[in-house]
């Protein structure tokens, strides 16, 4: 089998199998990448040659979640295309602990209200009010806002999953007036992006992450928070203001609850609870 029609049978069984694309292009890449690097041992499930691989990997800094990636992809090959059942003896990387950065109520309004254009504005505002992740937002249409219910339906995202969120109260009226500009625009389509992209395509997540930034910079926060803090800090803050996390995992959409734990250890209102015996 040469490696072209190793690709093409790996992605054919992960589409078929419901993976999201973005996992069928991630598993096809690591796969490729091995591939072309151990041309004489990329069939075989050496587990030498997948050691050696992920060791300049590491020495390179790739994070353990990047290492985990090839091990998985590499498992799904070697057991569903070429049919291997022998044990697989390479082990995943552990992961480092991260804590979330999470930035204050009062950071969030300042980056908010140094966001001149409508537009950004909307979209920061909406990631940190609904939870949502940079793809999410990218990925929103016009449809999936249900201002009866305030609601909003979010398709496929992280694991190909839908759920509903959150959808604030206090932006639905701006999201009304920027729907109508969007409509005088452009004919009025519940499929259309609410957030289009340049000749009404989608937003690049990149941009979306450059507008954050930029405006975390206007707002003079010295902070490492990236557009993904504002789903951190939505969550933090809901946990402070005594949501039951089971909830909180709902609206983030996270399969398991030790996910969404992970927040029980940043919240600034259990620090501030704890007197220091100094």
């Known amino acids: 089998m040469d490696v072209e029609n190793a690709i093409y049978l790996t992605k054919r069984e992960l589409v078929v199998r419901n993976y999201s694309p973005k996992t069928v292009k991630s598993y096809t890449r690591c796969l490729k990448e091995y591939a072309l690097s151990y041309p004489q041992n ?12 992920l060791y300049q990997k590491k020495l390179k800094n790739y994070a353990p979640e990047t290492i985990n990636l090839y091990l998985h992809s590499f ?3 070697y057991k569903n295309i070429l049919g291997i059942t022998a044990p697989f003896n390479v082990k995943l990387s552990r992961r480092n602990i991260r804590i979330p950065v999470v930035l204050s109520h009062e950071e969030i309004l300042q980056i908010i209200a140094c966001t001149k254009n409508f537009k950004h504005r909307l979209i920061i505002s909406l990631a940190y009010g609904a939870g949502l992740r940079v793809s999410e937002v990218a990925n929103l249409q016009i449809g999936d806002i249900n201002f009866a219910n305030s609601t909003i339906f979010i398709r496929q995202s992280k694991g190909g999953k839908n759920r509903h969120t959150l959808l604030p109260e206090v932006l639905i009226e701006g999201i009304k007036a920027y729907i109508k500009i969007l409509e005088i625009n452009n004919s009025y389509d519940p499929n259309d992006y609410l957030f289009p992209g340049r000749y009404n395509q989608k937003i690049a997540t990149r941009s979306i ?6 405006s975390l910079e206007k707002a003079g926060i010295l902070s490492s928070a990236s557009f993904h803090s504002l789903r951190h800090s939505f969550a933090t803050h809901l ?3 005594g949501t039951d996390i089971r909830f909180i995992q709902a609206l983030l959409g996270h399969q398991n609850i030790r996910t969404t734990q ?3 250890r940043v919240t600034s209102m259990n620090i501030r609870n704890i007197q220091s015996p100094l």
């Not at 990329?42 to 691989?53: A, E, G, L, P, S």
Request: proline share 0%; net charge negative.
């Open 42 to 53: 990329w069939q075989t499930m050496d587990d030498d040659c997948i050691k050696d691989f």
């Open 75 to 77: 498992r799904f090959f």
């Open 209 to 214: 992450q450059q507008v954050f930034h930029n």
């Open 239 to 241: 946990l402070e203001n």
């Open 262 to 264: 992970s927040y029980t």
